[in-house]
C-alpha cells in the first residue's frame, strides 16, 4: 500500500550504482537515519503491524544496518534484542546457519541459550533481496526454540522474491517496497 509518507521516505533512500559490485543497486539507509522524523515513522509502522495478537517479546537484528532498525525497535517496544553476526564476531559459545550466495556460501551466528521455547520473535533487517539472509537467521532462531511470528524490514526489493524464502504462517511486513 502506498501514501504520501512512502513517497516522503523513499526520497531519503539514496540509490547508489554498482556499489558494493557492478550490477548492485544498493539502497542506503543513511539519509533516512539522519532523519529524526522520518526514521521515528520506520519504526512507528513497524511497532503498529506487530501489535496485538501479533506481538513479539525478543527482537533478532541481522548485522549490520539490521542492528540499526531492530535495537531501537527493541528499545521502543520495552523488548528485548539479540544480534545475529556474521560468523567469528561472537565471543561465547554459538550456533551456527550456513546458506548460500549466488557464489559460495556464507553463515550466520547467535549466541547459543539466546532464546527459550516461547520466545515470540520478530527478525529485523534493513533490506530483503534474494531472502537468503533472512531464512538463515530464522533457521536459527527455530534452531533455538523461538517462535518466529514474523521478519521486518525498512525495504523490500520484491523483484527478487525474497518473501517466497519465508515459511509459511511468518509475517512479512516492509515499510517500503520497489
Ligand atoms: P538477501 O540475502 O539477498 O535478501 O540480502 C539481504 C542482505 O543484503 C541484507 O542484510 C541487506 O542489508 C543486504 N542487501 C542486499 N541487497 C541490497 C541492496 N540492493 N541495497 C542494500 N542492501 C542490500
Redesign the pocket.
Known sequence: MSNAGDELLKKLIRDVPDFPKPG?????ITPLLADPTAFAMVLDRIAAHFSGPRAFDVVVG?ES??FIFGAALAARTSSSFVPVRKPGKLPAAKDRVEYSLEYGTDALEMHKNSLHKGHRVLVV??????????RAAIDLVQLQGGTVIGTAFAIE?GF?G?RKRIPDGVEVFSVLSY
Not at 548492485?24 to 542506503?28: R, T
Not at 533487517?125 to 533472512?134: C, E, H, L, P, S
Request: a negative charge; aromatic letters at 4%.
Open positions: 548492485i543497486m544498493f539502497k542506503d541481522i544496518r539490521g533487517d534493513d533490506v530483503i533481496a534474494t531472502g537468503g539472509t533472512v526489493l527478487l525474497g
